[in-house]
């Protein structure tokens, strides 16, 4: 007898048993399987050829490997030429995960049968039924991984099942059901490739075989609704269901898990550092997925989300140090700390220092991530010119740890990036003065930008995508400059002619005036909340007002002013008329006259 050409991985947890329940009695207790469903299915393809076409190969390879099943599992309907058919049921999957096999081959030789009868025009009508059997077979396949397989075996049985059912829904021209099927089995590879990274290029080799068959059914849909089918074909990706989810972020939790018992240590600055917490190694790991997962994203909001993950798993690992440190640093008050402990403390403040960078560095990658969707947008100079500005405060905050210090290559790096981000904020801000018509500025500015654009492109190495930035960003900044000192020499002459020739000039929609004399005074526009209104300043010469002679005040307290002694004045005075020959004064003239009027 044949032997089969599988082998059966034992399940990933040891510990984790089921068991089924039927009222208050226990069946069964059993540990749950762990079936590469999907590598058997490609392993069986590449060696019936399945690429170029070889269906009738395929099927009859299926119906011999389901006969040697059944017999070896006693599985056969009826005895003899008796046919009597044995239901596959829970309880007899329980016992051997073969009976998993026989769902899935089954499934695969109704499909391979339906791709046989494809090209038979007489019989076309059999197709849909080929199809369906499949997708219920599929489905019944799901359904047993959910009670009896791990949360890998489950997905993909939930994979497979979606795929199924989605091209029997398109044989049959059930095109908005289909495509929801397709979007369904979409998701279910995207999660496994990001949860078990070794088999990725299985799972990626199926979303590739999905998208011709999405698009096809987007341009179709659109064509019957009588829509742009461009529209359709530039859809969004599809929104997972809570339940799908769920089992997604649970078998990623279950593979982060094993990665953490074995992640030993990570290399910061020259220094291995030991991680020695499952949960920190969990959250570091998490991390990485993500960054991982975002360097093949192209959507913004997508690698906006994927970086608020990184944060928050980032702020946790942070938290579980902090709350570390703070429960050795409690036992060293009461007694005094051991070498294991404080040697414990060390590596904490060392993780703590490398979270603080990874942060940093992911925030720097933000950054420059808004810097070029800004730039993109046509945005204002200034939200530029403030990006730069924290990008260069991020470097700061990395050379403050104490960890780049003692790292010579970091600390050259970081402050590279530093005069860099100096000269790209300088240049921005010189095109900030430039819209705001603040010419003498903006050129000075330029000048400044380029002198450190230059510097920053001497020491970018050979090969660095930044340094073509660079030298781009300095031929923007010599050709604006020019521009700049043109538009101010053009305003300098037109305000010269405007002064010589007493002329109004006007500018951005509003009448400015000018003076052209001292003796000259030209009408003004006067800025109200609504309009401009045109007005005059004051009037010249000024009209002339009537003005009393005297105060009242001085009428109505005549009567109570006394006259002060005057005699030694009035003799000072006469002995001065009479010895340099001075005219002598006339009576009633000085104070006294002026108080008569």
């Known amino acids: ?34 079936l590469p469903l999907l590598e058997m299915v490609r392993s069986e393809h590449l060696s019936n050829d399945i690429k170029n076409g ?53 499934a695969e030789r109704a499909w391979s049968y339906a791709m046989v009868i494809k090209e038979d025009r007489r019989r076309k009508r059999y197709i849909g039924r080929r199809f369906m059997k499949a997708a219920k077979l599929a489905e019944r396949l799901a359904d047993l991984s959910r009670e009896l397989g791990e949360d890998k075996t489950t997905l993909e049985a939930d994979a497979y099942s979606s795929w199924m059912s989605a091209i029997s829904l398109l044989e049959l021209e059930r095109l908005e059901e289909s495509l929801e099927s397709f979007k369904k089995a979409q998701v279910l590879f995207e999660g496994l490739a990001t949860a078990f990274g070794a088999q990725s290029t299985l799972y990626r080799e199926r979303l590739e075989e999905l998208e011709p068959s999405i698009a096809f059914c987007r341009y179709s849909i659109a064509r019957q609704r009588g829509e742009d089918p461009t529209s359709m074909m530039n859809a969004a990706s599809p929104r997972v269901d809570n339940l799908v989810a769920a089992k997604i972020d649970a078998a990623l939790s279950e593979s982060r898990k094993l990665q953490a018992e074995s992640f030993g240590s990570v290399d910061w600055c020259g220094r291995n550092i030991p991680i020695r917490t499952e949960k920190v190694g969990e959250g570091i790991l998490l991390a990485r997925e993500a960054a991982h997962t975002m360097e093949r994203e192209t959507d913004f909001d997508k690698k906006a989300a994927l970086y608020d993950k990184i944060f928050i798993a980032y702020n946790d690992v942070s938290r579980t140090v902090s709350k570390q440190r703070s429960e050795i640093t409690a036992a060293a008050e009461k007694e005094t700390l051991s070498q294991i402990a404080e040697q414990h403390l060390q590596e904490l403040d060392l993780i703590s220092q490398y979270i603080k960078h990874s942060r940093l560095r992911q925030t720097i990658a933000r950054n420059l991530l808004l810097v070029e969707k800004h730039i993109e947008a046509n945005s204002k100079p200034d939200d530029v010119v403030r990006l730069y500005e924290n990008l260069r405060q991020n470097c700061q905050e990395i050379l403050d740890l104490d960890g780049i210090l003692s790292d010579p290559i970091s600390r050259d790096m970081t402050q590279a990036e530093i005069r860099k981000f100096e000269a790209c904020r300088c240049f921005w801000l010189a095109k900030s003065y430039k819209s705001q018509h603040r010419w003498s500025e903006s050129i000075l500015l330029f000048k400044r930008g380029e002198m450190l654009l ?26 604006l400059r020019a521009m700049a000192h043109a538009q101010g020499v053009l305003e300098n002459l037109k305000l010269d002619k405007s002064f010589k020739e007493g002329m109004q000039l006007t500018e951005t929609g509003r009448k400015r005036t000018v003076v052209s004399g001292d003796e000259r005074f030209e009408s003004v526009v006067r800025v109200t909340s609504d309009k401009d209104v045109e007005g005059t300043i004051c009037k010249m010469p000024p009209s002339l007002t009537s003005t009393p002679c005297k105060p009242v005040a001085f009428d109505i307290a005549v009567d109570g002013v006394t006259i002060s002694d005057v005699k030694g004045v009035v003799k000072y005075l006469s002995e001065t008329d009479g010895n340099d020959g001075s005219v002598p004064r006339r009576e009633g003239t000085g104070f006294s006259r002026w108080f008569r009027g």
């Open 1 to 34: 007898m044949e032997t089969e050409d599988f082998k059966l991985a034992p399940a990933m947890d040891a510990g984790r048993n089921a068991s089924e329940v039927k009222g208050d009695n226990v069946v069964a207790e059993f540990e749950r399987f762990d």
């Open 54 to 106: 070889s269906y009738v190969r395929y099927h009859r390879h299926c119906s011999n490997k389901l006969r040697r099943l059944r017999k070896n599992l006693k599985l056969s309907h009826g005895r003899g030429k008796t046919f009597q058919k044995k239901p596959l049921t829970l309880e007899l999957a329980q016992k051997d995960p073969r009976h998993l096999v026989l769902l899935l081959f089954s």
């Open 454 to 479: 230059n510097d920053a492109y001497a020491e970018c190495e050979t090969g660095d995508p930044n340094k073509s930035d660079l030298a781009e960003m300095v031929k923007e900044s010599i050709s």
